[in-house]
């Protein structure tokens, strides 16, 4: 990989990372640190044109004069269906929600399955529609696709990827970059409800709790926490796989401060808190797929609060933490009495524990 | 070998007579009492859980002793500052680290 | 009640670290090791470390049951789960762990049947479900998980579950106590013990550590409270000159331990004469063994256990960590070549290892404000 440039506003290098691995494992899709080196060390130099730029959830797009924001995401869940949604849901969802965190209205979506032979066709079907309505609920149009069979055994019954393309709000300019000691960070409802829902409904651990995923469109909050504080806002992110720990970690990295939380201000649901409690999981590393991160300067950060509390879904809105200096490119947590602790990156998927 | 968590039991299983229902801040797991077998405990019992085994039953009242225990440390030397706030002393106490 | 919030009240956490500054001998410097690897968690995890004075050390012991195991357990419990129609099933901790060929999970990459429980009779279960297949489980763990373990095979052999096996690696804790004691290297001056493995022994097979050796020993729960308040009671001993044993776990931990487990402990399982520890080297009587009357429910009765030997790499010093005489940034491969992510030893792997617990929530929070780690 080519030596980086050090940064020009920060005068900071990005840590040259190299993907050593000699074989694909689990943990490089988990979201974490494995999967931050597989696109970092081989994905990024090789294929990606702008590998100085911190990688974000969507891409900014000139064609023709017209600045448009990309993004792309595959959906490879297990169960198909779970309490709260279903993969077709997590689809729509997911794109809508890539495009609202890197600051655009979400306009369009295209949609590829990949299908086990042996799918029962009513299977197929309830998850088309559970995308028809998704999309209508997000305000997306799905404007085209394809669709592959496999042999039966691969694929999971079915992998859905989609790309979708919105339109930034004017006003808002999100960049790792632009962060600042004495930013607030803010998160917009409880966490953890989607990863464990998912444990919990494959069934092996044979818990049951009365949860259900949080998968919804969150651009409705983007769009009203940019009308009063769009000058204040630096940085989003959905925090789904690898949940708000590692979303957290890749601002510190790439902004080079230290993100300070409180832990008492986390909010987390009691059946989420129940079971990593008895698993020995974190929830901070538990995925979302209904919530955002954003931070935002201080002297808008109570404006941008109060509005996404007045706004419908944004009630449990809160504002978990604060950016300092140090420790530089960490995410550190502190109880009420003071006691703190560094939080990282999960290695791969959060493992359940006895120990 | 130690993650153990506190829980209550909140149904005995119909059928068995060594699994019950525990309840973890809104998480449900059937557990089995085998363990407990010599005082097996009733709905509404708390219990240690782990690894789907109840391996103690908790006592409340020792809890409450102990927290008990523990608010009022530090009162006793609460009441001492006072006491040499008043000069009434003569006590040679070295400085707190 | 709820048993857990109660213990973290912040107000009374602080009022009781302040009791410790109070009762802690400026000119000391207090050594105390907690033996169990989720006190070593519960440290980390609550950021006590912050705050408790300078002059008061916590030592990690060896209580660490993915820690102590030998690699060549984990390459031949996988050799077992290599035979045709064998589910290998382990709790989450063991999936990381490397063996010389591979970790479990990596072993399920590669297409092995490797499946997470969270208790042994969930492996049953699984047993019960697949009668076409052998469920094999590889259990760990000190007496707090033992009994589980038993009481899992009592219930197959009386239902007649013929497609389940246990490959033990259950451990003791009493001689790990014993190698950390018997080290020349050591100097401790008392013992935060073990609160859930002594809700299964009780109190009393800890007496020898204060008769014998005379070092104070204080049962311990797992909450802040818990915790600080163990470190009040070693104080108040030390201070007086004292050496016994103390419960600070009343609510949970009988002093007599639980009967019902024993029983079920001594049923199934026997002493091996020696079993080697990672790190400690054999260690005579402090490792089970499925008894000859549940050999049919015993995986190394049932395979044939390949049984080779691994060694550490000599530049590992995992034992001297282990023993709480080296500090884990001591350990020449310490972020280097080890590191979480790729382990060379044990106490890498488990999160609540010395190492993995130093490096994931002390190493970072050092090295992010320019400072020293302690030497």
């Known amino acids: 990989m080519a030596s980086l440039k050090p940064d020009a506003a920060t005068g900071r290098v990005p840590p040259k990372v190299r993907f050593r691995d000699p074989q694909i494992e689990m943990a490089h899709g988990a979201g974490g640190i494995a999967s931050r080196r597989l696109i970092e060390g081989l994905f990024a130099p090789l294929l990606f044109d702008s590998a100085n730029e911190p990688l974000g959830d969507s891409a900014a797009l000139e064609i023709a004069g017209a600045r448009v924001a990309i993004t792309t995401d595959c959906f490879v869940v297990k169960p198909l269906g779970f309490p709260g949604g279903s993969i077709g849901e997590l689809a729509i969802n997911g794109t809508v929600n890539d495009l609202a965190v890197s600051g655009a209205r979400p306009h369009s979506i295209v949609v590829t399955f990949i299908l086990e032979a042996g799918l029962p066709t009513d299977v197929l079907e309830a998850e088309v529609r559970a995308m028809a309505e998704a999309a209508q609920r997000a305000g997306v149009s799905v404007v085209g696709g394809d669709t592959k069979v496999v042999e039966h055994g691969m694929a999971d019954r079915m992998y859905i990827t989609t790309t979708g393309v919105g339109s930034f709000l004017s006003g808002v300019h999100v960049n790792p970059r632009s962060v600042r000691s004495g930013d607030r960070v803010v998160l917009s409802g409880p966490i953890g409800d989607h990863g464990i829902t998912i444990l919990l409904a494959r069934g092996d651990l044979d818990l049951e709790a009365d949860l259900r995923s949080d998968t919804r469109s969150v651009f409705p909050l983007v769009e009203a926490m940019a009308r009063v504080a769009a000058p204040g806002l630096r940085w989003m992110r959905d925090p789904t796989r690898g949940g708000v720990a590692t979303s957290l970690n890749e601002l510190a990295r790439d902004c080079g401060l230290g993100i300070h939380l409180s832990e008492d201000r986390i909010p987390v649901r009691d059946g989420v808190r129940g079971a990593c409690e008895l698993l020995g999981l974190d929830p901070l590393h538990i995925a979302n797929e209904g919530q955002f991160l954003a931070v935002v300067a201080p002297d808008y950060a109570d404006m941008a609060l109060n509005e996404l509390r007045q706004t419908i879904g944004g009630n449990e809105a809160v504002i978990i933490g604060e950016v300092h200096e140090q420790p530089a490119g960490s995410v550190l947590i502190t109880t009420e009495y003071g006691g703190s602790r560094i939080i990282d990156m999960l290695v791969g998927d959060p493992l359940p524990r006895i120990c | 070998m130690c993650l153990a968590i506190p829980g209550k039991i909140v149904e005995l299983f119909p059928g068995s007579q060594h699994l019950a229902t525990v309840e973890v801040a809104g998480v449900r797991r059937k557990v089995d009492l085998g363990l407990l077998q010599d005082d097996l405990p009733i709905s509404g019992d708390w219990v240690l859980i782990h690894v789907g085994f109840a391996m103690s039953k908790i006592s409340e009242q020792d809890a409450l002793d102990q927290m008990q225990t523990l608010r009022i440390l530090g009162e006793d030397e609460q009441a001492m500052q006072e006491v040499r706030g008043y000069g009434l002393d003569g006590i040679d106490e070295r400085k707190p680290a | ?375």
């Open chain 3, 1 to 375: 009640m709820r048993f857990v919030d109660e213990f973290r009240d912040p107000e009374v956490v602080t009022r009781t670290a302040e009791e410790i500054r109070r009762l802690a001998d400026p000119s000391r410097h207090y050594r105390i090791m907690e033996v169990c690897g989720g006190h070593t968690h519960a440290i980390y995890r609550f950021g006590l470390k912050d705050i408790l004075p300078a002059n008061i050390e916590l030592i990690h012991g060896p209580g660490c049951p993915v820690c102590v195991l030998p690699m060549g357990r984990i390459d031949d419990g996988l050799a077992l789960a290599q035979q045709p129609d064998v589910i290998f099933t382990a709790f989450g901790d063991m999936m990381r762990v490397p063996g010389t060929q591979g970790s479990p999970l990596e072993h399920k990459a590669r297409g092995m049947d490797v499946r997470i429980v969270y208790s042994p009779s969930d492996a049953l279960k699984l047993a019960r479900a697949n009668p076409d297949k052998h469920v094999m489980f590889f259990a760990i763990g000190f007496e707090t998980t033992a009994p589980s373990s038993a009481l899992t095979l009592i219930r197959a052999k009386a239902e007649g579950i013929r497609n389940f096996s246990l490959f033990c690696n259950h451990v003791t804790i009493i001689p790990a106590i014993r190698a950390i004691l018997d080290s020349p290297d050591m100097r401790l001056d008392g013992f935060i013990g073990p609160g859930h493995v002594s809700t299964v022994i009780g109190c009393r097979p800890y007496e020898w550590i204060a008769t014998d050796e005379n070092k104070p020993i204080v049962v311990s729960g797992f909450e802040p409270l818990d915790l600080l308040q163990s470190i009040v009671m070693l104080l108040r001993q030390l201070r007086a000159g004292e050496a016994r044993v103390e419960n600070q776990y009343k609510r949970v931990v009988p002093w007599e331990g639980n009967r019902a487990a024993l029983r079920a402990m001594a049923e199934v399982f026997q002493l091996r004469p020696y079993f080697e520890w990672r790190g400690l080297g054999f260690i005579s009587q402090s490792a089970l063994r499925i008894r000859d009357n549940y050999a049919e429910w015993d995986s190394e009765h049932r395979f044939s256990v390949p049984g080779v030997r691994v060694t550490d790499p000599k530049a590992a010093q995992c034992g001297e960590v282990l023993k709480g005489v080296l500090k884990p940034a001591q350990c020449k491969l310490f972020g280097r070549e080890c590191t979480p992510e790729h382990p060379v030893g044990a106490l890498m792997v488990s999160s609540e290892g010395s190492c993995a617990a130093y490096y994931n929530y002390e190493y970072r929070k050092a090295m992010a404000a320019s400072l020293a780690w302690p030497a």
